[in-house]
């Protein structure tokens, strides 16, 4: 099945500084890689998401990019405020054969100094 | 904006009893999800629901769990006997299409 890596786990910016997450994945027929933010205790919440079909998206501060030879996608914010400070989780699936089955990266822990 | 509502946002049970969470998802949506996520850990599938019947499962839905969507709005996992590794947070989402789901505010589930 899909196995997806997000590395780093941890990431520290100063407030303004940019910010890359990155993620790598196996199944070379994941079509659809989402990323979520999920503040303490609260749910996912979609943030911005990609289709293969295309090799990047940008919405405001917060691009993602995707690398389908390479199979691997980052997330990509720029001038990082205090409230970006929370996990980010990448994921990844099929849709069209797998009625939308996420398989989620390990998270990274931002955190936005002020 | 549509939200997916869940119910009891808190469960705490004894070991080896059933519970029951509960999901309204948005009601427009077909496609059906259960995850949850250990705390610290990452988010893991469950289940996906999809025309009334259950359209894939992981390893971790096994016997012990069963999904319902009883009436047009309700979304039930059941947990039939439960252990102390089912301690857990447990989202349900639901989707219009394949992609972009909304996730519910989440049960936390303690079993003790």
């Known amino acids: 099945g899909e196995n997806v890596e997000q590395h780093p786990s941890t990431l520290s910016v100063q407030e303004g500084d940019s910010a890359v997450i990155k993620c790598t994945y196996s199944?070379?027929?994941?079509?659809?890689f989402p990323w979520y933010k999920q503040e303490l205790g609260k749910r996912p919440q979609l943030i911005i998401d990609?289709?293969?079909?295309?090799g990047e998206k940008k919405d405001q501060r917060i691009a993602v990019t995707l690398n389908k030879t390479a199979k691997h996608f980052s997330l990509h914010i720029t001038e990082t405020q205090p409230e970006d400070s929370a996990v980010y989780f990448c994921?990844?699936?099929?849709?069209?054969?797998?009625?939308?089955?996420?398989?989620f990266g390990q998270g990274t822990i931002l955190t936005v100094h002020p | 904006e549509p939200e997916v509502t869940q119910t009891p946002s808190h469960q705490v049970t004894q070991m080896g009893q059933e519970v029951i969470l509960r999901c309204v998802p948005i009601?427009?949506?077909?496609?059906f999800y259960w995850y949850r996520q250990i705390l610290g850990q990452k988010v893991e599938f469950l289940v996906s629901?999809?025309?009334?019947?259950?359209?894939?499962k992981s390893e971790i839905f096994d016997d012990q769990f069963s999904v319902e969507r009883p009436d047009g709005s309700n979304f039930t996992l059941k947990i039939r006997s439960t252990k102390l590794e089912d301690s857990a947070m447990y989202f349900c989402?639901?989707?219009?299409?394949?992609?972009?789901?909304?996730f519910g505010s989440g049960t936390r589930l303690t079993v003790v």
């Open positions: 199944d070379s027929a994941s079509n659809y």
């Open positions: 629901f999809y025309n009334n019947e259950i359209s894939e």
């Open positions: 009601s427009n949506h077909l496609y």
């Open positions: 989402a639901s989707s219009y299409l394949e992609w972009g789901y909304t």
């Open positions: 994921a990844a699936s099929k849709s069209g054969t797998s009625y939308g089955k996420l398989t």
């Open positions: 990609i289709r293969s079909n295309v």
